[in-house]
């Protein structure tokens, strides 16, 4: 199972950014998707995650509302659009993919056992 976040940069306050983790080595449909985050000084926390057939996703509160998780199947690879950005939003963003033949997804980070590399968003003025 490999992954590969990309996307990442430094952005101004309310400006937007797309990542995004392509997957590859696995089959994809059987794995659910899902972005974590950690920064400076605090732990990992869940964002968002895409279950995976894409029909049901879930989002943390913080990011209700400006951030939108999508897959594309045929690509292997997942999105997330990050609108809106807010300064809290600095972090290093990471994918992650879990076996779940379920319909749901879950932001559990324990529940993922295969993890890209990470991405540095950077909202500043």
């Known amino acids: 199972v490999q992954l590969q976040a990309s996307g990442g940069g430094l952005v101004q306050p309310g400006g937007s950014l797309r990542l995004s983790c392509a997957a590859s080595?696995?089959?994809?449909?059987?794995?659910?998707i899902g972005w974590f985050r950690q920064a400076p000084g605090k732990e990992r926390e869940g964002v968002s995650c895409?279950?995976?057939?894409?029909?049901?996703?879930y989002y943390e509160d913080f990011v209700k509302g400006r951030f939108t998780i999508s897959r594309d199947g045929a690509k292997k690879v997942v999105h997330l659009q990050m609108n809106n950005l807010k300064p809290e939003d600095t972090a290093v963003y990471y994918c992650?993919?879990?076996?779940?033949?379920?319909?749901?997804?879950?932001?559990?980070?324990?529940?993922?056992?295969?993890w890209g590399q990470g991405t540095l968003v950077t909202v500043s003025s």
């Open positions: 080595g696995f089959t994809f449909d059987n794995y659910a």
């Open positions: 992650a993919a879990e076996e779940f033949l379920g319909i749901t997804c879950s932001t559990a980070a324990r529940r993922y056992d295969s």
């Open positions: 895409i279950s995976r057939d894409g029909d049901r996703s």
